[in-house]
């Protein structure tokens, strides 16, 4: 059973610092490209970064010398450290694979950026 359960996210203010965690399970952790995604209100879903079983990573330009990706293969672990948030990075974080197993989506992890 494939699951995906995500931690961390908060409210922030302009320019803080927060680290969300995926705990991924059902064997799939090790072999695929996982991503951390996200949905703000009234937004489709956008693919934030990406690391692969490598760690070779992709950043959209958004984020992109913001925030880093990073997986634990041993913990079965993906991690987002994201540092000068801005309000606009306000949203639902998500992880998943890449592609994303549509029918296994998590609850996501809420990032508010407000002063």
């Known amino acids: 059973q494939v699951q995906f359960v995500e931690s961390g996210g908060g409210l922030v203010q302009p320019g803080g610092s927060l680290r969300l965690s995926c705990a991924a399970s059902g064997n799939i952790f090790s072999i695929n490209a996982m991503g951390w995604y996200r949905q703000a209100p009234g937004k489709q879903r956008e693919l934030v970064a990406r690391?692969?079983?490598?760690?070779?990573?992709y950043y959209a330009a958004s984020v992109k010398g913001r925030f880093t990706i990073s997986r634990d293969n041993v913990k079965n672990t993906v991690y987002l450290q994201m540092n000068s948030l801005k309000p606009e990075d306000t949203a639902v974080y998500y992880c998943n694979t890449l592609p994303a197993l549509e029918t296994y989506w998590g609850q996501g992890t809420q990032v508010t950026v407000s002063s």
């Open positions: 690391t692969t079983s490598g760690r070779i990573t």
